[in-house]
T-cell receptor, first 119, second 110 residues
Framework: GAGVSQTPSNKVTEKGKYVELRCDPISGHTALYWYRQSLGQGPEFLIYFQGTGAADDSGLPNDRFFAVRPEGSVSTLKIQRTERGDSAVYLC?????????????????FGPGTRLTVL | RKEVEQDPGPFNVPEGATVAFNCTYSNSASQSFFWYRQDCRKEPKLLMSVYSSGNEDGRFTAQLNRASQYISLLIRDSKLSDSATYLCVAPSGNTGKLIFGQGTTLQVKP
Protein backbone atom coordinates (compact mmCIF):
# COMPACT_ATOMS: atom_id res chain seq x y z
CA GLY A 1 0.00 0.00 0.00
CA ALA A 2 0.94 3.64 -0.24
CA GLY A 3 3.28 4.99 2.36
CA VAL A 4 3.62 8.50 3.74
CA SER A 5 4.15 11.04 0.99
CA GLN A 6 5.53 14.54 1.24
CA THR A 7 5.57 17.41 -1.22
CA PRO A 8 7.58 19.10 -2.48
CA SER A 9 10.64 16.88 -2.25
CA ASN A 10 12.86 19.95 -2.48
CA LYS A 11 12.12 23.58 -1.79
CA VAL A 12 14.52 26.47 -2.28
CA THR A 13 13.41 29.85 -1.03
CA GLU A 14 14.82 33.19 -0.09
CA LYS A 15 15.23 34.53 3.41
CA GLY A 16 12.04 36.17 4.60
CA LYS A 17 9.68 34.20 2.37
CA TYR A 18 6.76 32.01 3.44
CA VAL A 19 6.72 28.26 2.71
CA GLU A 20 4.25 25.42 3.07
CA LEU A 21 5.22 21.77 3.31
CA ARG A 22 2.63 19.06 2.80
CA CYS A 23 2.31 15.59 4.30
CA ASP A 24 -0.07 12.81 3.23
CA PRO A 25 -0.09 10.13 5.94
CA ILE A 26 -0.90 6.47 5.50
CA SER A 27 -4.65 6.10 5.09
CA GLY A 28 -6.37 5.47 8.40
CA HIS A 29 -3.48 6.61 10.57
CA THR A 30 -4.80 8.96 13.23
CA ALA A 31 -1.45 10.09 14.61
CA LEU A 32 0.79 12.40 12.59
CA TYR A 33 4.19 13.79 13.57
CA TRP A 34 6.51 16.41 12.11
CA TYR A 35 10.26 16.26 12.69
CA ARG A 36 13.16 18.36 11.46
CA GLN A 37 16.58 16.88 10.64
CA SER A 38 19.66 19.03 10.24
CA LEU A 39 22.80 17.74 8.58
CA GLY A 40 24.65 15.26 10.74
CA GLN A 41 21.93 15.18 13.39
CA GLY A 42 19.04 12.92 14.26
CA PRO A 43 15.47 14.07 13.63
CA GLU A 44 14.04 16.53 16.18
CA PHE A 45 10.37 16.47 17.14
CA LEU A 46 8.29 19.48 16.13
CA ILE A 47 4.59 18.73 16.55
CA TYR A 48 2.14 15.86 16.99
CA PHE A 49 -1.46 15.63 15.79
CA GLN A 50 -4.06 13.21 17.04
CA GLY A 51 -6.86 13.55 14.53
CA THR A 52 -7.39 17.20 13.71
CA GLY A 53 -5.91 18.67 16.86
CA ALA A 54 -2.33 19.46 17.73
CA ALA A 55 -1.86 17.42 20.90
CA ASP A 56 1.76 18.43 21.43
CA ASP A 57 3.46 21.38 19.74
CA SER A 58 6.29 21.67 22.24
CA GLY A 59 8.94 21.13 19.58
CA LEU A 60 8.05 24.10 17.39
CA PRO A 61 11.08 26.42 17.66
CA ASN A 62 9.17 29.72 17.61
CA ASP A 63 5.94 31.36 16.43
CA ARG A 64 7.11 31.48 12.81
CA PHE A 65 6.26 27.78 12.64
CA PHE A 66 2.68 26.58 12.47
CA ALA A 67 1.00 23.35 11.36
CA VAL A 68 -2.55 22.32 10.58
CA ARG A 69 -4.47 19.14 9.90
CA PRO A 70 -8.00 20.39 9.25
CA GLU A 71 -9.63 17.11 8.22
CA GLY A 72 -7.54 14.72 10.24
CA SER A 73 -5.60 13.44 7.25
CA VAL A 74 -3.30 15.72 5.23
CA SER A 75 -1.15 18.09 7.25
CA THR A 76 0.62 21.28 6.25
CA LEU A 77 3.63 22.74 8.03
CA LYS A 78 3.87 26.48 7.50
CA ILE A 79 6.96 28.58 8.06
CA GLN A 80 6.76 32.38 7.97
CA ARG A 81 9.66 34.79 7.41
CA THR A 82 12.08 31.96 6.73
CA GLU A 83 15.62 32.21 8.02
CA ARG A 84 18.79 30.49 6.82
CA GLY A 85 18.78 28.44 10.03
CA ASP A 86 15.48 26.87 8.97
CA SER A 87 17.32 24.93 6.25
CA ALA A 88 16.88 21.23 7.00
CA VAL A 89 14.98 18.13 5.95
CA TYR A 90 11.43 18.21 7.29
CA LEU A 91 10.13 14.71 7.94
CA CYS A 92 6.55 13.63 8.49
CA UNK A 93 5.56 10.36 10.14
CA UNK A 94 2.26 8.66 10.86
CA UNK A 95 1.12 5.80 13.05
CA UNK A 96 -2.12 3.97 13.71
CA UNK A 97 -2.56 5.53 17.14
CA UNK A 98 -0.32 7.13 19.70
CA UNK A 99 1.47 5.15 22.35
CA UNK A 100 -0.64 5.26 25.48
CA UNK A 101 1.41 2.88 27.47
CA UNK A 102 5.05 3.16 28.29
CA UNK A 103 5.48 -0.45 27.31
CA UNK A 104 3.66 -0.28 23.97
CA UNK A 105 4.50 1.39 20.72
CA UNK A 106 2.85 1.80 17.37
CA UNK A 107 5.50 2.07 14.70
CA UNK A 108 5.89 5.44 13.07
CA UNK A 109 6.29 5.32 9.31
CA PHE A 110 8.27 8.20 7.86
CA GLY A 111 7.84 9.98 4.59
CA PRO A 112 10.81 10.78 2.33
CA GLY A 113 11.00 14.33 3.67
CA THR A 114 11.11 17.80 2.16
CA ARG A 115 14.58 19.30 1.84
CA LEU A 116 14.20 23.01 2.56
CA THR A 117 17.00 25.39 1.60
CA VAL A 118 16.76 29.03 2.63
CA LEU A 119 19.18 31.25 0.72
CA ARG B 1 23.09 16.51 28.62
CA LYS B 2 21.10 15.32 25.60
CA GLU B 3 18.27 12.86 26.27
CA VAL B 4 19.77 10.30 23.89
CA GLU B 5 23.47 10.27 23.05
CA GLN B 6 25.45 8.27 20.52
CA ASP B 7 28.98 8.19 19.22
CA PRO B 8 28.60 9.55 15.66
CA GLY B 9 31.49 7.44 14.34
CA PRO B 10 32.07 6.74 11.53
CA PHE B 11 32.72 3.08 12.10
CA ASN B 12 34.64 1.59 9.18
CA VAL B 13 34.68 -2.21 9.23
CA PRO B 14 35.45 -4.99 6.74
CA GLU B 15 32.79 -7.35 5.49
CA GLY B 16 32.16 -10.16 7.93
CA ALA B 17 33.18 -8.15 10.98
CA THR B 18 31.15 -7.82 14.15
CA VAL B 19 30.43 -4.25 15.20
CA ALA B 20 28.66 -2.80 18.24
CA PHE B 21 27.15 0.61 18.85
CA ASN B 22 26.23 2.03 22.22
CA CYS B 23 23.70 4.65 23.13
CA THR B 24 23.01 6.30 26.49
CA TYR B 25 19.75 7.84 27.64
CA SER B 26 18.96 10.23 30.46
CA ASN B 27 15.30 9.54 31.25
CA SER B 28 15.32 6.63 33.68
CA ALA B 29 11.52 6.33 33.31
CA SER B 30 11.80 5.30 29.65
CA GLN B 31 10.46 1.79 29.17
CA SER B 32 11.09 1.07 25.53
CA PHE B 33 13.72 1.93 22.97
CA PHE B 34 14.30 1.51 19.27
CA TRP B 35 16.99 1.36 16.67
CA TYR B 36 16.17 3.01 13.36
CA ARG B 37 18.22 2.69 10.21
CA GLN B 38 18.64 5.64 7.86
CA ASP B 39 20.25 5.31 4.46
CA CYS B 40 21.87 8.36 2.88
CA ARG B 41 19.23 10.96 1.91
CA LYS B 42 16.42 8.56 2.84
CA GLU B 43 13.88 8.43 5.63
CA PRO B 44 14.48 6.55 8.91
CA LYS B 45 13.05 3.03 9.10
CA LEU B 46 12.48 0.93 12.20
CA LEU B 47 15.13 -1.76 12.58
CA MET B 48 14.50 -3.19 16.06
CA SER B 49 12.56 -2.57 19.24
CA VAL B 50 13.88 -3.18 22.75
CA TYR B 51 11.31 -3.53 25.54
CA SER B 52 13.07 -5.66 28.13
CA SER B 53 16.62 -6.87 28.41
CA GLY B 54 17.15 -7.50 24.74
CA ASN B 55 15.97 -8.57 21.34
CA GLU B 56 17.59 -10.63 18.57
CA ASP B 57 16.70 -10.67 14.89
CA GLY B 58 19.05 -12.64 12.66
CA ARG B 59 22.44 -10.94 12.62
CA PHE B 60 21.18 -8.08 14.78
CA THR B 61 21.01 -8.04 18.58
CA ALA B 62 19.79 -5.13 20.68
CA GLN B 63 20.37 -5.07 24.42
CA LEU B 64 19.15 -2.80 27.18
CA ASN B 65 20.98 -2.14 30.43
CA ARG B 66 18.65 -0.16 32.69
CA ALA B 67 21.10 0.13 35.58
CA SER B 68 23.62 1.92 33.39
CA GLN B 69 21.00 3.49 31.12
CA TYR B 70 22.43 2.36 27.84
CA ILE B 71 21.27 0.44 24.81
CA SER B 72 23.50 -1.42 22.42
CA LEU B 73 23.17 -2.74 18.89
CA LEU B 74 25.36 -5.61 17.75
CA ILE B 75 25.71 -6.52 14.09
CA ARG B 76 27.35 -9.82 13.28
CA ASP B 77 28.80 -10.86 9.92
CA SER B 78 28.54 -7.34 8.49
CA LYS B 79 27.36 -6.97 4.90
CA LEU B 80 28.06 -4.16 2.48
CA SER B 81 24.32 -3.44 2.58
CA ASP B 82 24.54 -2.72 6.32
CA SER B 83 26.27 0.58 5.52
CA ALA B 84 23.95 3.27 6.89
CA THR B 85 23.35 5.53 9.87
CA TYR B 86 21.87 3.84 12.92
CA LEU B 87 19.68 6.02 15.12
CA CYS B 88 19.03 5.24 18.77
CA VAL B 89 15.52 6.33 19.75
CA ALA B 90 13.45 6.69 22.91
CA PRO B 91 9.74 7.59 23.01
CA SER B 92 8.91 10.54 25.24
CA GLY B 93 5.73 10.88 27.24
CA ASN B 94 2.52 9.18 26.21
CA THR B 95 2.07 10.81 22.81
CA GLY B 96 4.54 8.58 21.03
CA LYS B 97 6.88 11.39 20.04
CA LEU B 98 10.37 10.09 19.46
CA ILE B 99 13.66 11.43 20.78
CA PHE B 100 16.49 10.56 18.43
CA GLY B 101 20.18 10.34 19.07
CA GLN B 102 22.63 11.93 16.66
CA GLY B 103 23.09 8.65 14.82
CA THR B 104 26.11 6.41 14.31
CA THR B 105 27.46 6.00 10.79
CA LEU B 106 28.60 2.55 9.70
CA GLN B 107 30.61 1.93 6.54
CA VAL B 108 31.21 -1.72 5.65
CA LYS B 109 34.03 -2.15 3.16
CA PRO B 110 34.81 -5.13 0.90
Amino acid sequence: GAGVSQTPSNKVTEKGKYVELRCDPISGHTALYWYRQSLGQGPEFLIYFQGTGAADDSGLPNDRFFAVRPEGSVSTLKIQRTERGDSAVYLCASSSNPSTSRSSYNEQFFGPGTRLTVL
Amino acid sequence: RKEVEQDPGPFNVPEGATVAFNCTYSNSASQSFFWYRQDCRKEPKLLMSVYSSGNEDGRFTAQLNRASQYISLLIRDSKLSDSATYLCVAPSGNTGKLIFGQGTTLQVKP
